[in-house]
């Protein structure tokens, strides 16, 4: 098995990896349907790449975490270039109502020597586009800067810059064979009313219908009221309930753990939950519980880069993973699931045999164990 992500032998240099993360009605139940099969056939684990090809850690020594711009055309269809199944990424709604890709909730850029920075949504779409790369060659965008967690402010360079882009281009623009994962982007700072949440999300269902066609669509959401009422607006496409599960606490306890999520997903309708992968690995018996509420689960996070702990994922039955080291993942997985090559004989099988991983009880056992100190921070 050709395991080039991080691994699991690499666990001291583990905590520097970074953070992350149209299906008509029938296609809808058949990824439900297929995520929960039970029988001969290996069950498929669906790939999904964050923000494209990957988040942007712009302060980090691996080049990976800088090659492509996040969220754009470039980094989605450079993720279609593989085996994923998804491209997940963040949606807000400018001030005159369009829908545009960016993760943050602020953009920052230079002006006079002094960082300046403006929430996305005070912005028109006009502004929001005149920052970074420009379509343009004879035009030259704002220069963008991003601030970690830790309030430390850098320049947001990668290798191959692309520029800001809407909903509607990514529909244009996109291999169309990939689906999208939209996550509803609110700032968890804020309490949001019915009426402003209905607003924005009538604003994004509009281009989606408009543009979506045969696409494979899943909405997804921190933000609990938002995921109930998308389900609420709409019942074309599924719609999954993003959580920490408890690795971070919030003001809305809906937010703190997998019961309260599953009871979320119950109480709106929802399809499925998007957990952080910790969460997963803390409580473990919390699988058996959403699978016995006939939810779908997918989780996000730094491990997922991880290929030995996708693949135990997938021995626990977790139906996807959100990834930025989409290589390497999607090369990991399809090792896995790849079947038998067909008129090779039994040297085949004996290659195939050996590309898969093969973990004795006690071996499993171990990574059980390992996993959870692995995760503790």
Same mark, same amino acid.
Request: aromatic residues 8%; glycine residues 6%; negative net charge.
């Given at each position: 098995?050709?395991?080039?992500?991080?691994?699991?032998?690499?666990?001291?240099?583990?905590?520097?990896?970074?953070?992350?993360?149209?299906?008509?009605?029938?296609?809808?139940?058949?990824?439900?349907?297929?995520?929960?099969?039970?029988?001969?056939?290996?069950?498929?684990?669906?790939?999904?790449?964050?923000?494209?090809?990957?988040?942007?850690?712009?302060?980090?020594?691996?080049?990976?975490?800088?090659?492509?711009?996040?969220?754009?055309?470039?980094?989605?269809?450079?993720?279609?270039?593989?085996?994923?199944?998804?491209?997940?990424?963040?949606?807000?709604?400018?001030?005159?109502?369009?829908?545009?890709?960016?993760?943050?909730?602020?953009?920052?850029?230079?002006?006079?020597?002094?960082?300046?920075?403006?929430?996305?949504?005070?912005?028109?779409?006009?502004?929001?586009?005149?920052?970074?790369?420009?379509?343009?060659?004879?035009?030259?965008?704002?220069?963008?800067?991003?601030?970690?967690?830790?309030?430390?402010?850098?320049?947001?360079?990668?290798?191959? +810059?692309?520029?800001?882009?809407? /909903?509607? =281009? *990514?529909? $244009?623009?996109?291999?169309?064979?990939?689906?999208?994962? !939209?996550?509803?982007?609110?700032?968890?700072?804020?309490?949001?009313?019915?009426?402003?949440?209905?607003?924005?999300?009538?604003?994004?269902?509009?281009?989606?219908?408009?543009?979506?066609?045969?696409?494979?669509?899943?909405?997804?959401?921190?933000?609990?009221?938002?995921?109930?009422?998308?389900?609420?607006?709409?019942?074309?496409?599924?719609?999954?309930?993003?959580?920490?599960?408890?690795?971070?606490?919030?003001? +809305?306890?809906?937010?703190?753990? /997998?019961? =309260? *999520?599953? $009871?979320?997903?119950?109480?709106?309708?929802?399809?499925? !939950?998007?957990?952080?992968?910790?969460?997963?690995?803390?409580?473990?018996?919390?699988?058996?519980?959403?699978?016995?509420?006939?939810?779908?689960?997918?989780?996000?996070?730094?491990?997922?880069?991880?290929?030995?702990?996708?693949?135990?994922?997938?021995?626990?039955?977790?139906?996807?993973?959100?990834?930025?080291?989409?290589?390497?993942?999607?090369?990991?997985?399809?090792?896995?699931?790849?079947?038998?090559?067909?008129?090779?004989?039994?040297?085949?099988?004996? =290659?195939?045999? $050996?590309?898969?991983?093969?973990?004795?009880?006690?071996?499993?056992?171990?990574?059980?164990?390992?996993?959870?100190?692995?995760?503790?921070?």
């Amino acid at each position: 098995m050709a395991l080039k992500a991080v691994h699991v032998s690499d666990v001291p240099s583990l905590d520097r990896v970074p953070e992350t993360a149209a299906l008509d009605l029938s296609s809808q139940s058949r990824f439900l349907r297929e995520a929960n099969k039970v029988d001969d056939e290996p069950k498929k684990m669906l790939v999904i790449g964050h923000r494209g090809s990957g988040m942007n850690v712009v302060q980090s020594s691996d080049g990976r975490m800088r090659a492509i711009r996040e969220n754009s055309i470039r980094s989605f269809n450079a993720a279609a270039a593989f085996p994923v199944d998804f491209v997940e990424f963040d949606v807000q709604v400018t001030k005159d109502d369009c829908p545009v890709i960016f993760h943050d909730n602020f953009i920052l850029s230079e002006l006079k020597g002094g960082i300046i920075e403006k929430r996305v949504t005070d912005l028109n779409l006009d502004e929001f586009l005149s920052y970074g790369p420009q379509d343009s060659p004879e035009e030259v965008g704002k220069p963008l800067f991003r601030k970690t967690k830790d309030g430390r402010i850098f320049e947001w360079k990668v290798e191959n +810059d692309a520029p800001l882009c809407t /909903l509607q =281009e *990514a529909f $244009k623009k996109v291999d169309p064979l990939i689906g999208f994962n !939209i996550e509803l982007k609110f700032d968890d700072q804020i309490e949001y009313k019915e009426e402003e949440l209905t607003c924005v999300l009538q604003v994004i269902l509009k281009v989606v219908s408009n543009y979506a066609k045969d696409r494979p669509i899943l909405f997804s959401s921190f933000q609990p009221d938002a995921a109930i009422l998308i389900r609420k607006l709409q019942s074309t496409y599924p719609v999954f309930f993003l959580t920490n599960g408890g690795t971070e606490i919030y003001k +809305d306890v809906r937010r703190n753990s /997998l019961d =309260e *999520a599953i $009871k979320v997903c119950l109480a709106g309708g929802l399809q499925g !939950i998007v957990s952080q992968v910790k969460a997963i690995f803390r409580n473990p018996c919390a699988i058996n519980r959403i699978k016995e509420s006939s939810l779908s689960l997918i989780t996000y996070g730094q491990l997922n880069n991880v290929a030995e702990v996708v693949y135990m994922q997938y021995l626990m039955g977790i139906e996807g993973v959100i990834v930025d080291f989409i290589p390497e993942i999607t090369e990991a997985i399809s090792d896995i699931m790849g079947p038998a090559k067909e008129g090779k004989g039994e040297t085949a099988s004996v =290659e195939e045999a $050996k590309a898969k991983p093969h973990f004795s009880q006690h071996e499993l056992s171990f990574l059980l164990k390992l996993i959870p100190e692995l995760i503790k921070s």
